[in-house]
């Protein structure tokens, strides 16, 4: 089975940089995945990482270490939309693509 | 907007009835995903269909179930509904990008209330 942490909240300011965590236990690892969801909507795909390193996407930026099973996203020049909570979910290797989704980090931006 | 629909938006039941809730992937992709989201168990992964045939199974109940059609779109089944069968219900699809991720597209969900 697969096992994922993450915070389950942090709290950040308005143009500053955060980071979220998220450290996973799983068997035959095939990807690591990060969507935002705002309450009451649909996830949205934020990044991917399948090999250790950084990709980063404007103000998002995401980083794997297999090794450790470990990764993050960081958020740069936060801004109020940036309020929502952060799925960290894996992919494990196999014909099927399912993913197991953490319990979501909710993240508040404050002015 | 994702390209993913599903209907209906709301669905408002009492218990012991059946639901079904309606999933269309966008357009070319073959795998469609369903979720469960309550909010005391995050998002939970309950079944995959890829072009017709069921692929994985998750966390799904045996009182739950789904089919894909030939033309792609799918259904989710609920029978037999209790009150913790109240949650949102999310429909996802992915295909195959160049790079291999399909990262999986999500639909607006189906927000069941079982009363």
């Known amino acids: 089975g697969q096992n994922i942490d993450q915070p389950t909240e942090m709290t950040a300011t308005e143009g500053a940089i955060v980071q979220i965590n998220c450290t996973y236990q799983t068997s035959g690892f095939n990807g690591l995945f990060w969507y935002q969801q705002h309450a009451g909507e649909a996830p949205t795909f934020l990044s991917y990482?399948?090999?250790?390193g950084l990709e980063e996407k404007g103000r998002f930026s995401s980083f794997l270490s297999r090794s450790k099973g470990y990764s993050y996203l960081l958020l740069k020049e936060l801004q109020m939309k940036d309020s929502a909570s952060y799925l960290c979910?894996?992919?494990?290797?196999?014909?099927?693509?399912?993913?197991?989704f953490g319990s979501g980090t909710q993240l508040t931006v404050l002015p | 907007d994702s390209g993913v629909t599903q209907t209906p938006k709301h669905l408002i039941t009492a218990t012991g009835q059946r639901v079904t809730l309606r999933c269309s992937p966008r357009?070319?992709?073959?795998?469609v995903y369903w979720y469960q989201q309550s909010l005391d168990q995050g998002l939970q992964f309950l079944i995959q269909y890829y072009n017709g045939e069921e692929r994985a199974k998750g966390n799904i109940l045996e009182r739950f179930s789904a089919q894909q059609f030939p033309d792609l779109h799918s259904e989710l089944n609920l029978s037999s509904l209790e009150l913790g069968d109240s949650a949102l219900y999310f429909c996802a699809s992915s295909g195959t990008s160049e790079r291999g991720n399909d990262e999986q597209y999500f639909g607006p969900g189906t927000r069941l209330t079982v009363t």
């Open positions: 357009s070319g992709d073959l795998s």
């Open positions: 979910a894996v992919r494990v290797a196999g014909s099927a693509r399912q993913l197991t």
């Open positions: 990482n399948v090999l250790d």
